[in-house]
């Protein structure tokens, strides 16, 4: 079974950084599309950062997304952060699942349905 495991939230203040992780379990193939999604308290779910280097413009220029395929980690460097950039941070990938679970999302023309169980990024003024 595909697992995605996030790590590295935290809280910070205005302007600080943050790395988060994606570790990617559990596939061996080497096509795969991954992104980086947030999502605040009472608001809906928002897509950041897609592998191919494009970004929502709430954080072009202030996050950067990587992937180490080795490792098979998902990063994204988080920098000059703000207080609306508080949420939970989940990443996502288009590899099915076996159990057939997909929760689908639609991000910059690609289709996400399996997602780790999100990571929080806390930021203070």
């Known amino acids: 079974q595909v697992r995605l495991v996030e790590s590295g939230g935290g809280s910070v203040q205005a302007g600080g950084s943050l790395r988060l992780s994606c570790a990617i379990s559990g596939y061996t193939g080497t096509h795969y599309i991954m992104g980086w999604f947030r999502q605040a308290p009472g608001k809906e779910r928002e897509g950041v950062a897609v592998i191919d280097s494009t970004y929502s413009d709430s954080v072009k220029g202030r996050f950067t997304i990587s992937k180490d395929d080795a490792k098979k980690i998902l990063y994204l460097q988080m920098t000059n952060l703000r207080p609306e950039d508080t949420a939970m941070y989940y990443c996502?990938?288009?590899?099915?699942?076996?159990?057939?679970?997909?929760?689908?999302?639609?991000?910059?023309?690609?289709?996400?349905?399996?997602w780790g169980q999100g990571t929080q990024v806390s930021v203070s003024s």
């Open positions: 996502a990938t288009d590899i099915a699942r076996r159990d057939g679970a997909w929760s689908r999302y639609e991000f910059l023309g690609y289709e996400f349905g399996n």
